[in-house]
Every structure is written in C-alpha cells, then in structure tokens.
C-alpha cells in the first residue's frame, strides 16, 4: 500500500511510499482508513518543528471501518465505522492515566508521530478502548474532523466552562477557530463574534461570514474589535474568549476583549519560547485562563453529535480533497493559506 512517510529527521523530509499492509497484534485492530484530515501538526512535522520518531507515516485524524482484529478484541468487528483518539500507547500508571489524563501522559505515542499513522490505506490501532463507533449518516469525511472538533468541545464545554447564553469570542478563524464558533453557538452562546486579520480576507473571513451561528466578523485591520464587542456588551465585554490564533496579538487581545471576571480558553499554540504577556491586564480583569491540550474520552461522544447533527457544519471548512499522492500540492495551499482544511481519501 502507499503511504505518505516522514523518512527522517530535518524539514521535508516527506515521500509517499509503498510499505506493508501492517500486521496487527492479539489485542489490536486494522483499520482501512477512508477519510483523513490534515492538521497543523503535520505541516509542523513536514517542517521540523513538532516531535516525532522517524521513520513514521503521517496523519492522526481518521475515519474508517474495521478491517481485523485481534484475537483478545472482544468489543470490535470487522465492518465497524470508526474514529479513534490519539492518546496510544500511554503507560497506564503514572499519576496523569491513573487520573483520567492519558492524554498528557509523557510515554504515549500517538500515530502520526510516535508510531505510524492514517495516512495510508491500513492503520495498526493498538488500543481499542480509544475507539468510538460512528452512524451510518456520518459521512466519512466528516467524520475525519472528529478530532479537531473534539479539541474544541474539550476546550469549550469541559474545561472553558462555556455557559448558556454566554457571549463568545474567538480570536483567529483558522479551522480550530471556526470549530470552536459553531460549538459555542451549539452550546448555548448567545451571540458568537470572530475576529481575524486583513491575512485571513482571502478565505477565512470569508468562509466566517457564511456561516450561520457566527454572529460578526472583524478584521481588526479595518474596525476596532474591542469598541465593536464593547458596544455590542453594553460596555462589559465578552463573557468567553476563546484563543485560536496562537499569535500574540491575538493572546494580547483576548485580555482587552474579556469582561471583568470573565473567561479566556486557550487553544492556539504560539509556536515559539516565549511571548509578550499582558499580565496586569488579566489581573484587572481578575479574568480566569485556560490552558488545554489534546482531548478528553467524553469529547468525542459529544463531537460525534454535533457533527452528525449538522450543529457543527464542517463542508465549511474543508477546502480541499484529494488522495495522497496529491499531497505536496494540499500541503502547499494549506501552508500559504489557500486552503483552510484538507482531507486525503486513500
């Protein structure tokens, strides 16, 4: 089969190979992967600037049915339609998964950069407890935004403390941006404001405005975000922040266009060291900051919903297909900002 392969460390690097159809242990499953997302983090890997063990083939956002499985596997069969969390291969006994938190857990190894990953006709999934069984009407290609849309829902409804009725902002319309805003209108927001830059006109913005459960769109190259939430609060601002750009500007933002003993939800990493933080500016505010990462099991239920439902609508943001040995051009666009997600069919 092919498979698009990070062969090595350094930036490129990448190459779509023929491998082996992978071979499956007792307590294992094979999955025939029919949709799957590119995320930020494979740009990141295609450019040298997340970790990972080489050689490994790329892509942790998937779909699928069950092709095998092991002979240990009780609760799965072949023909199941499936998504999977990322969270393998976790140690199962420091503090963080005997808590609840494999997603932290320090020895996981998700696919896609710690052991093989979707981007392939057949995935190896070692641990099937982390799967979630998907509905006939959830297309596979929808479903192969699972993921993602599980970091918002994980970021918004159990850590945020999204609230009914809530006024919601999120900085940065990037794909996990715009997720976010359907979810926070799904979860009760009463009004949803998204606010990008004159570098997001080109599809971004746009793809914002078209959208039903965003409310206004800013680009705060043209109009002054905060006057615009101040005035659309009666002068309290936004009861929710949610910070999607990773982009200090953006983080610097979020502090102005919080009310006084309001929330911000962070999911935008910034990439870098270190950043200019408005530190008195939160303590004014006496503002609550949440920092998140990765997704928690009942996330996924939830996202599965949302999306079966059309709540969360993700034909708006997928702007590219195509199989992997388009890939070089996908990556491409999705760099540079010409598309804004893409999904491979293998």
């Known amino acids: 089969m092919q498979a698009l392969v990070k062969t090595a460390k350094g930036k490129g690097l990448v190459e779509l190979r023929e491998v ?17 997302g590119i995320c930020g983090t494979d740009l990141h890997i295609y450019n040298d600037n997340f970790p990972y063990w080489p050689p490994v083939i790329l892509g942790h ?16 069969k072949a023909g199941d339609r499936v998504v999977g ?12 998964c005997r808590t609840g938190n494999r997603q932290l857990c320090p020895e996981k190894r998700s696919p896609g950069w710690g052991i093989d990953g979707c981007f392939a006709k057949y995935m190896s999934y070692p641990d099937p407890e982390l799967l979630h069984k998907i509905p006939e009407t959830l297309s596979f290609e929808k479903a192969a935004l699972v ?6 829902v994980s970021d918004l409804f159990e850590r945020g403390t999204l609230h009914p009725s809530d006024f919601v902002v999120v900085t940065g319309p990037g794909p996990i941006g715009l997720l976010a805003a359907m979810a926070a209108k799904a979860g009760g927001a009463s009004k949803v404001v998204i606010v990008g830059t004159a570098l997001d006109e080109g599809l971004r913005l746009p793809a914002a405005r078209k959208i039903k459960s965003i409310d206004h769109v800013i680009n705060v190259n043209r109009e002054d975000a905060v006057s615009i939430v101040m005035d659309l609060t009666g002068g309290r601002g936004a009861d929710l922040v949610v910070e ?7 983080i610097a ?18 990439g870098k060291d270190q950043i200019t933080f408005p530190y008195d500016a939160a303590m004014f505010k006496a503002a609550e900051l949440t920092f998140n990462l990765s997704t928690v099991y009942s996330s996924w239920d939830k996202s599965i919903q949302l999306l079966d439902s059309g709540q969360i609508d993700t034909e708006m943001i997928i702007t590219h297909r195509g199989g992997l040995e388009q890939w070089k051009a996908l990556f491409s666009d999705l760099e540079q900002m010409k598309g804004i997600k893409g999904v491979f069919v293998p």
């Open 20 to 36: 082996p159809v992978p071979e499956i242990g007792d307590n294992e499953v094979l999955v025939e992967v029919k949709a799957a």
């Open 61 to 76: 956002e998937f779909s699928g049915v069950i092709a095998q499985t092991g002979k240990n596997v009780k609760d799965w």
């Open 85 to 96: 969390e990322p969270h393998t291969l976790a140690c199962g006994t420091c503090w963080l």
């Open 147 to 152: 993921e993602p849309t599980a970091n918002v």
């Open 244 to 250: 999607a750009s990773g982009a200090a500007p953006g």
């Open 253 to 270: 933002s979020a502090f102005q266009l919080v009310r006084k003993l309001g929330r911000i939800t962070a999911i935008g990493l910034t």
